[in-house]
């Protein structure tokens, strides 16, 4: 499933604050923390190694990375919750049972 923010499609390549400061253009406080140079690929990566998502996103507030993880989750398109419990319980059931190192094995579009 596409990802599109007022008329741009985002994807696994695309970089999350580039998403993040046009989806919520207001929110000064993610958008600001935010570190630029990261993907949704590198989200993805940090959920299945069971990474610091918010050292990787340079946001330590909870409604940022939960706005990411709908977004990713959209881009995946799997629910919310695969994403979360992704991030929750990465060391004892990775995705579908399996460790991805590729996001295209979810149906996740890098084109």
């Given at each position: 499933?596409?990802l599109?923010v ?7 390549q695309?970089?999350v604050?580039r998403?993040y400061?046009l989806?919520?253009p ?21 959920l ?9 996103l ?5 409604v ?19 994403v ?15 460790l ?5 094995v ?6």
């Amino acid at each position: 499933m596409d990802l599109v923010v007022k008329g741009m499609p985002f994807n696994g390549q695309s970089k999350v604050y580039r998403w993040y400061a046009l989806a919520f253009p207001h929110d000064d406080w993610g958008n600001d923390m935010m570190n630029k140079g990261i993907t949704f690929q590198d989200v993805f990566e940090c959920l299945q190694v069971g990474g610091d998502i918010y050292a990787l996103l340079g946001a330590g507030d909870s409604v940022v990375r939960e706005r990411v993880f709908d977004a990713l989750a959209t881009m995946m398109n799997v629910s919310y919750d695969v994403v979360y419990y992704q991030w929750l319980n990465h060391e004892k059931k990775p995705l579908d049972g399996k460790l991805y190192y590729d996001l295209g094995v979810l149906r996740f579009k890098n084109n």
